[in-house]
């Protein structure tokens, strides 16, 4: 009785052979007889798995979870274009007061080293004066020799410079405070054009020999004279008379012929002068070391 029961309650769990799974025998359920009520029945304690059911429908979206961390900054953008101009500020306090004007200066200013050492300025240097246009000029004052107030125009030490230049690099001037320069013919018009001036020629050779010429006047005409030299009469000097014979001769580059020479003294010599035809002196020629 026991057997014909057991098969029979297992055909009622699959009616319809060739849609059930055979189970593995350590998957399905056992079939046991248990009593129940004084007469044996057979119960299935637990079914064999069966087909997986279709998918349900999609449950509610669950509550937003806690803000995460915040990430790291990213890679900077490209500026914006400019915005609107903004409205004009406040006016600002007033500055304080500055220095004197150029006029001021100017007119209160020294005009000559002369004047400077007048002043109480009784060191050699570099300082500025003023020309007769206001015009501020930096020069450099000799204290020290033959009583000092002299303004230099012209020094040569070494050969470091070039003199061999053109009429505008005479013209404006060229060199360096630290040693060679030429203060410029349109300088030194304007310095000479102030009254009375006396000219006073310093040289120096390597053997360190001292001699030097001076002379009553000296002024140098403007460039629409082509900067002529006009000189005063010999004073004194060891060093002799050399520069009387280009008295009111034309100032001569090598680009600008104004000797009297059927050449050009100044492509000769290499360096500008008020040649005649051509020179006793030319102190802006080749820098020759040694004897000559």
Same mark, same amino acid.
């Given at each position: 009785l026991a057997q014909r029961h057991t098969a029979l309650r297992r055909g009622l769990l699959c009616p319809r052979p060739g849609l059930c799974l055979p189970s593995p025998p350590d998957q399905c359920p056992q079939v046991k007889v248990v009593g129940l009520e004084g007469s044996d029945k057979l119960s299935i304690l637990r079914g064999c798995p069966g087909l997986p059911g279709a998918t349900g429908p999609k449950g509610e979206a669950g509550a937003n979870g806690p803000k995460g961390e915040r990430g790291s900054p990213g890679v900077v953008g490209k500026a914006g274009p400019a915005g609107p101009k903004g409205d004009r500020g406040e006016k600002g306090a007033r500055g304080e007061k500055g220095e004197p004007g150029q006029?001021?200066?100017?007119?209160?200013?020294? /005009?000559?080293? @002369?004047?400077?050492? &007048?002043?109480?300025?009784?060191?050699? =240097?570099?300082?500025?004066?003023? %020309?007769?246009?206001c015009q501020p000029l930096t020069v450099l004052c000799d204290m020290d020799t033959d009583g000092g107030g002299w303004t230099v125009f012209q020094r040569r030490s070494d050969g470091s410079v070039d003199f061999y230049r053109d009429w505008a690099a005479y013209k404006r001037g060229f060199g360096s405070q630290l040693g060679e320069f030429w203060l410029g013919n349109d300088h030194i018009h304007? %310095? &000479?054009?102030? $009254?009375? +001036?006396? %000219?006073? !020629?310093?040289? !120096?050779?390597?053997? =360190?020999? *001292?001699?030097?010429? @001076?002379?009553?006047?000296?002024? !140098?005409?403007?460039?629409?004279? @082509?900067? @002529?030299? !006009?000189? =005063?009469?010999?004073?004194? $000097? +060891?060093?002799?008379?050399?520069?009387?014979?280009?008295?009111?001769?034309?100032? #001569? &580059?090598?680009?600008?012929? +104004?000797?009297? *020479?059927?050449?050009?003294?100044?492509?000769?010599? *290499?360096?500008?002068?008020?040649?005649?035809?051509? *020179?006793? #002196?030319?102190?802006?020629? /080749?820098?020759? /070391?040694?004897?000559?």
């Amino acid at each position: 009785l026991a057997q014909r029961h057991t098969a029979l309650r297992r055909g009622l769990l699959c009616p319809r052979p060739g849609l059930c799974l055979p189970s593995p025998p350590d998957q399905c359920p056992q079939v046991k007889v248990v009593g129940l009520e004084g007469s044996d029945k057979l119960s299935i304690l637990r079914g064999c798995p069966g087909l997986p059911g279709a998918t349900g429908p999609k449950g509610e979206a669950g509550a937003n979870g806690p803000k995460g961390e915040r990430g790291s900054p990213g890679v900077v953008g490209k500026a914006g274009p400019a915005g609107p101009k903004g409205d004009r500020g406040e006016k600002g306090a007033r500055g304080e007061k500055g220095e004197p004007g150029q006029l001021q200066s100017c007119a209160t200013g020294p /005009r000559t080293c @002369k004047e400077l050492l &007048t002043r109480g300025h009784f060191l050699s =240097g570099w300082h500025t004066i003023y %020309l007769p246009d206001c015009q501020p000029l930096t020069v450099l004052c000799d204290m020290d020799t033959d009583g000092g107030g002299w303004t230099v125009f012209q020094r040569r030490s070494d050969g470091s410079v070039d003199f061999y230049r053109d009429w505008a690099a005479y013209k404006r001037g060229f060199g360096s405070q630290l040693g060679e320069f030429w203060l410029g013919n349109d300088h030194i018009h304007a %310095l &000479t054009a102030q $009254g009375t +001036n006396e %000219l006073r !020629v310093d040289l !120096v050779d390597f053997e =360190g020999n *001292h001699q030097f010429a @001076k002379y009553r006047s000296f002024q !140098v005409a403007g460039e629409a004279e @082509k900067y @002529k030299l !006009v000189l =005063g009469g010999f004073l004194e $000097g +060891n060093a002799g008379d050399s520069l009387s014979s280009h008295r009111d001769q034309f100032f #001569s &580059t090598k680009d600008q012929d +104004n000797d009297n *020479h059927s050449g050009n003294c100044a492509e000769q010599y *290499h360096g500008a002068w008020w040649y005649n035809a051509c *020179h006793s #002196s030319n102190l802006n020629g /080749r820098y020759l /070391r040694g004897l000559h």
